[in-house]
């Protein structure tokens, strides 16, 4: 069940039945010479929305923009300040508090938003703490889940890629947007096959570090099957945890 | 051309071509029985992406959550504070500024929005124009278009639906989502069958004034045919409306 | 009854009979060779003063500085960000709603100004529609009159001025202020007769479009006595809107 | 020379001849049974606007809502929270140094405004001790006078009203509103004669300390007579800061 | 009793004898040359630990940093934006309010932090007196103590030192710091021997009129006996300071 | 070598050795029955300040007050929201780059900070990013080590406490503030012997799930014996990594 898709006479009827709600959130930054810059965003939205194919989840929209600001030295990048994130965060959550969710899960792209995520869930329970019972906002809990991060998720990737997953613009991912977007799958040599390494820190640096942008990948392995093979892993897994979730 | 399913190689391609980017705004808030919660986020993606279909074009990322909160009274509408909003919108054109773009038009699907995108646009000029030449970032200039605002757009909308157009849950923006979405038609009741009209201040006060969330509107005049004929005009609308703003 | 005037024994005494306010809002910017600088502000404290003679209304006081960012390439202009003037507004509102007003009229003065002013009001709206019934504070509702609006006004202007009374410095404002400051009126040749329109986005376009200040108008045809018929219009419809408002 | 009263021609030519500017800046808040809501805002521009007449000084607009967040418990008290009123202050300062304005002088009718307007400059000053060289807006100086404390000034007030002065709704400061706006001269009995004196937090707190708004004064020792002598000492007095403050 | 070294077991029987704590709060900022950078943090937490040994009070962690921009041309000097100081004090004083504290005693060593914390303090009690009863934290009242304004202390320092005191990097506060840490007492040439007097606005102010980062002081007279003499008169005022305050 | 105990002319000097600079960086928050609320601000100072005395490192100010909105239900325990850490770090590490320092080493001692921390670092590097080439600060690295996460202080965890470490008020952080501070060391009874695991959210819950602070620990296995081993293996590991950092 989508959010966007649905009327306020079903997400009332929904409210009835589960406190809980998905927030797909990822990023719009540059994935190397064949990954997309929607990648991180599309990621989970594709996932989350296939998984509320067969189950009883309600799935919100998506988060677009996130933690990018290392990327801004390749073009069309885009980045909100973590200040900014924390806010959005926070009105989303409080909005959705209003109608009595009381389980948020967001379901992530990209490991550049964890930090930030986790710092906007604790301005958001720093509401409560700080106020003692004056607010009549309920309590609402607050979960981060990367869509790689289920056990089969990440089995598969390390059994067909290994050493050349990488961190960022992983064969994994593109796989997951090749499967959905097939009029969208891009061509392009590797050099070096494998991307290298390493920390960063502003724009500069990581461009300086990370020529065509990818981390230690070898996106080229990317196939439109595996890919759908991981959205349904992934899938499944979030089922699972939204399940857990909803019931705790 | 997306944004999202682009690599940053064919962005900096786009960039020799034009300095010009599409941004879909909407909001995430109730629109009456039949209505799709995502109506304002849907309208401007669906008619810009139909857009870049046969222009050269580039579309970036929806922004779906925008200034709700007088619909916070039904269930599932969320709203940034336009406090938020601005900050956001200053840092998506912050980050477009980087790679060189110089002309973005926000492509917006909600009336409530225009206060706080105008606003945005004020906080992002003022930067320069307080800095005096000392920020390295190119000058930028925003436009706002709203969806229904080309002339044959709303010549169709008000000759279809005359009186029973109203001013939230119109029967031309539900039927939009219905040329996309068919499989997420809803049936329903209007009951009246056109709503009251009215000002309204906050999210009770709405709920109070307007109690299916409809104003002043029969949306059971909506079909998809109508639909594909409004974004078909909006589409062309919008192709003018970019040419000349690129090349302003 | 101006509340600088007033003491707080005064003010008690007005709230059993009303809950309204009106609060003068302009700018501080450049408004051509012969219009002041304090124009927008002006208009709106002098209209409102003369209202506030003959009928039981309460006017606080003027909020001089508001949005003009595009006016910073002329000497003299100021302008607050936005985002500053969103949290100004908000404070104002805030602390009348503690002494139970419950409707305050901004009576304005400037067209960049309606944005911001209308983004405030919803960032107001939005601490009771994100918090549920926890705030103690009592509902306030907001509206937005430019002094220009009401349609006798805009008829004289329309009749006496046609097509020379433009957008920014126009004869009638001028005319305002020549009326309420006889001391301060200006001699100055305007060269082209009537200034060019346009669009604009930050100071430095505007200065290069509007070389004088002007935008497509020509404010020497502005005299004091047409001034003071349009404080008299003005003033009438201030005191209607303000009585309908009250009562709403 | 009143910046609200001139046009922008006529501040680039001040602007030859200096680059120091006043701004009245006050409060909007009770001031007991005799004392007007708006004596602090009023105080300083009347003062100011009496000494530019025969010296060279240029006036901007009055700043008239301050922190006065104690005063809230009576009706017609405004306040901004201090953060606000810095972020306010700061875009005032940053538009005049656009202008190139170097010294500005807060000429300041409230006493509770004086830690914060001194907090306001550091944020401008952090501005440039931050950021190094990288800003191209001039160094601004600041400067606060409150319309009181040049010595002639005090010497009055002391020996015109001794221990009946007070510190707020003072003798003093109503004389001076008095001698502006005789047509506001207030009756009103006092009790006791002299006002208890003492320490105060917030709203609740100052208003169960202060019943009728005074704080140690007897303010129907006022007269409009000693008002004008008082609005002459210190006048004169501003004139002879400003001119040191606008040559140092 | 240092919160730092306490149990929350033991603050929980603490604030069934008193609801009042003191936070020490000072500066990171240059000395002159035989000043510690962290003088004006050091001798509030030096002397209020040292007070605490024979009383029944409560001292939590210092705020190590505060308003110093104007030191920023000196090396090792850090600062916060007043905004940032004013935030953080709120929420170090909204923790606390959780608890039940209701009298905060900052004791303060840092002239530049007088402002800002007053400020802050009017920032917290706007929170009350916005909401009216709304919110479920009790009334918290702050109050600030420098440490060297006990009557005994200035007489103290104007008996020893007399015209060698200044206003930075004065010995008494370098007396102290010696006391506390006799391993890093520094010997430096002072030259001229007392330092000029002055105003300022930003760093590279600063430091072109005061070299050598002294203001009108020479603490080369500075010896730890006379610090020793000083922390204890100090500590005395404290503690009757804090005793009546708490009982207030 | 301690900023606090250093004048600036001796960081002028360093600054020609090294652009390096370590900050503890903490929490003040309950710690169970037998640890001290400073104990996560107090570890990572007592390790970084042993660690500085035979090698050439610089220690800046210890940051007290950290995340911890979900331990507000014990005495004590204070919180800066997300959003006002991310302020207060920019400011320090902005002050520092001033200066010229480079590379800023965080050494943290609470797992509750990591996330905004890391967020703070996000928003610190997006300065540049989104600014281009305009400031004149230096780019500024930033790292993050846990006082814990050295190999040789974990295995000595795990290997001393076994199941017994937890991660709340673990035996090693109690350990470590025993050797320190002796004359602090608390005497309890921990029932259950080992405390319970889980997860939390705000305050409220929190305090439901673990009714005496601790998690999962049972620290009353601490002895300042091992504090010392667990400080010496620390501050190796930290003069190590902060050597490798300063020369990267
Ligand atoms: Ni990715
Ligand atoms: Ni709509
Ligand atoms: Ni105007
Ligand atoms: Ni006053
Ligand atoms: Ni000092
Ligand atoms: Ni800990």
Redesign the interface.
């Known amino acids: 069940m989508?959010?966007?898709?649905?009327?306020?006479?079903e997400?009332?009827a929904y409210?009835t039945r589960s406190k809980a709600i998905i927030i797909p959130i990822g990023s719009?930054e540059?994935?190397?010479?064949?990954?997309?810059?929607?990648t991180d965003?599309?990621c989970p939205e594709i996932i989350s929305h296939e998984a509320q194919k067969d189950a009883d989840m309600l799935v919100?929209?998506?988060?677009?923009?996130g933690?990018a600001?290392?990327h801004?030295?390749?073009?069309?990048?885009?980045?909100?300040?973590?200040?900014?994130m924390?806010?959005?965060i926070?009105?989303?959550v409080?909005?959705?508090a209003?109608?009595?969710f009381e389980r948020v899960l967001f379901f992530n792209g990209h490991g550049?938003n964890?930090?930030?995520?986790?710092?906007?869930?604790?301005?958001i329970?720093?509401d409560?703490?700080?106020?003692?019972?004056?607010?009549?906002?309920g309590?609402?809990?607050?979960k981060l889940d990367n869509w790689w991060d289920y056990k089969p998720v990440m089995d598969m990737c390390m059994k067909t890629y290994g050493k050349s997953h990488g961190s960022h613009a992983t064969p994994s991912e593109v796989a997951v947007t090749q499967w959905a977007?097939p009029d969208?799958i891009?061509q392009?040599e590797m050099s070096p096959q494998i991307a290298p390494n390493g920390r960063y820190?502003?724009?500069?640096?990581y461009r300086a570090k990370f020529p065509d942008?990818r981390m230690g990948s070898d996106p080229s392995l990317a196939t439109p099957e595996d890919g759908g093979k991981l959205v349904a892993l992934s899938a499944k897994g979030l089922q699972e945890s939204f399940a857990k979730f909803a019931a705790s």
Chains 1, 2, 3, 4, 5, 6 share one sequence.
Request: aromatic share 8%.
């Open positions: 989508l959010l966007h898709h649905s009327t306020w006479q997400i009332d409210l719009t540059q994935h190397g010479p064949n990954g997309l810059i929607g965003a599309l919100g929209p998506t988060f677009n923009v933690c600001q290392h801004l030295g390749f073009a069309g990048s885009m980045t909100l300040r973590p200040s900014t924390i806010a959005a926070h009105d989303w409080s909005s959705l209003v109608h009595g550049g964890i930090a930030t995520i986790n710092a906007a869930f604790s301005e329970y720093a409560r703490s700080l106020a003692g019972d004056a607010s009549n906002r309590p609402v809990k607050c977007y969208s891009k392009a820190t502003d724009a500069a640096d942008g």
